[in-house]
């Protein structure tokens, strides 16, 4: 491929935390984004094993497949704790989703970010020719692209930011923040999912870093490091997502769920079990809706799809005990013999699966409190039944709300107006679903993630 026109850049290298290997199925959309670009152009993604092992990097584990090659390193205990559970997970995740109350910082644990950045650059440097494109996944790697230029490597590099960005009076409740996020400068690109981000991008460097803004859009450091922040918001496969929907009715589990709700309508929420996504307001929100309108008891069904993640942290396993005793509670006021309004499920599912799900449900519910994209929202979209499609309630706070304007927009925190949402969406008219429905699909098949990642690869080779 001929990325942006310009064919000197060949290999793409694509680093990310988690590296989704050829055997595996990869999982959610970025795995696919990133799958899909190596296939297309050849190329090398290295990141970590997701396994433990004595040693941080005692060897790089190689394996080929196509055009594609994968390397990838073991972490040992006290580095995985130390980079992934503790800073990556518990200093900059919550901070990155408006949530200083719930950071935790340490300097071991900024120590072990940056030492295992710093092995990832070690590794890489051999790895990476002269004429590759590197595409850097995501807030646990910010310092890369400095720790790689300090050791020569003059390739463009760009970096994706998944999660959004704080404004900057936030930002700087980090300790040492500058040191850390200075460090962006090294990119030539920095992508983010919104004009909200950017925008937060920019007034750090401006008036932290005391960066410049030139004629052309780029950011100037003092230090004389040139380099270009840009929205590219991510998108599904569409059609992948369409297709893989109107084939649903050929599993058996997707008949199971609709003989299991006798003619009730479904709700649907899917989720890494997480904070940031909301699921304590959502259910308050559900409860709030069965309060005020009893005509709906026996009528709805609300199904909750959490699987778990980053058990290793504190605050994951707290959100889960807080949202069983809520399920519990729920259900404990109105069920009925016959009736169970909260089905709240801790396991994960095969995409092919959960497309079906999304088209049985009348009603996708996606409040995240924030959100850098939440493709969840797209895929429930795109896997509706054009003829009698359901409505979407989507948090103004997550990435996709710039896009999907046609969702019925709600803030997550306001349980009367979730409330009001899920009661309008439940009795909106066929063609008024239809409508909002066929504008949001033309979005998601005019910005699928095929044109995400083409569009992120040739700003950076331009
Ligand atoms: C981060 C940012 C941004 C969910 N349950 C199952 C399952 N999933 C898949 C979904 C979807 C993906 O995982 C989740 O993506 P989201 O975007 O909703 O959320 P995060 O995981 O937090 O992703 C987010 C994203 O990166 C991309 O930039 O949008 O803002 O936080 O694709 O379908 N997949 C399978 N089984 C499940 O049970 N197979």
Do not use: C
Request: hydrophobic share 40%; no cysteine.
């Amino acid at each position: 491929m001929n990325v942006g026109g310009d064919a000197h850049w060949n290999r793409l290298v694509v680093v990310s935390n988690r590296v989704a290997l050829p055997e595996q199925t990869a999982t959610g959309g970025l795995a696919s984004a990133m799958r899909a670009a190596l296939q297309e152009r050849g190329g090398l993604w290295f990141g970590w094993s997701g396994k433990i092992a004595r040693q941080t990097a005692e060897q790089v584990h190689r394996l080929k497949d196509g055009a594609v090659e994968y390397a990838t390193i073991d972490l040992s205990r006290a580095d995985h704790d130390d980079f992934y559970d503790g800073f990556a997970n518990r200093t900059l995740w919550p901070l990155l989703h408006y949530r200083p109350d719930l950071v935790d910082y340490s300097r071991r644990h900024l120590a072990g970010y940056l030492r295992v950045n710093s092995v990832f650059a070690d590794h890489l440097m051999s790895l990476i020719g002269p004429h590759d494109l590197v595409w850097v996944n995501d807030f646990h790697l910010i310092p890369l692209a400095a720790m790689l230029r300090e050791r020569g490597v003059r390739n463009r590099i760009g970096f994706f930011l998944h999660t959004p960005l704080p404004a900057a009076s936030l930002l700087i409740t980090l300790p040492h923040h500058r040191e850390l996020l200075e460090t962006l400068a090294s990119y030539d690109l920095v992508g983010l999912h919104t004009a909200r981000d950017r925008r937060a991008l920019e007034e750090y460097f401006l008036y932290e870093i005391d960066a410049t803004m030139r004629r052309d859009g780029r950011l100037r450091t003092h230090a004389g490091r040139i380099f270009r922040a840009a929205v590219f918001p991510i998108g599904i496969d569409t059609r992948q997502v369409a297709d893989d929907a109107s084939h649903a009715d050929e599993h058996e589990e997707i008949g199971q769920l609709r003989t299991s709700l006798e003619g009730r309508a479904l709700i649907i929420g899917v989720d890494r079990l997480d904070y940031s996504k909301g699921l304590a307001e959502r259910f308050q929100a559900y409860a709030r809706l069965l309060e005020r309108a009893p005509e709906l008891h026996r009528k709805v069904s609300f199904l909750q799809i959490a699987p778990p993640s980053r058990g290793g942290v504190p605050e994951y396993r707290q959100i889960r005990r807080e949202l069983e005793r809520s399920a519990g509670h729920i259900n404990g006021m109105y069920a009925a013999p016959d009736w169970v309004p909260i089905r709240y499920v801790n396991s994960s599912f095969p995409h092919t699966l959960l497309s079906g799900y999304y088209r049985t449900a009348r009603v996708g519910l996606v409040t995240p409190l924030r959100d850098g994209m939440n493709l969840v929202a797209k895929e429930y979209v795109a896997s509706q039944d054009p003829d009698d499609p359901g409505v979407l309630v989507l948090s103004r706070f997550a990435g996709a709300a710039q896009e999907l304007t046609d969702a019925l927009l709600v803030n997550p925190a306001d349980t009367e107006e979730v409330a009001e949402a899920l009661q309008r969406a439940l009795t909106m008219p066929l063609q008024e679903r239809r409508a909002r429905w066929r504008r949001m699909m033309d979005v998601l098949e005019r910005h699928d993630v095929t044109a995400w990642r083409t569009a992120f690869l040739g700003r950076l080779a331009e």
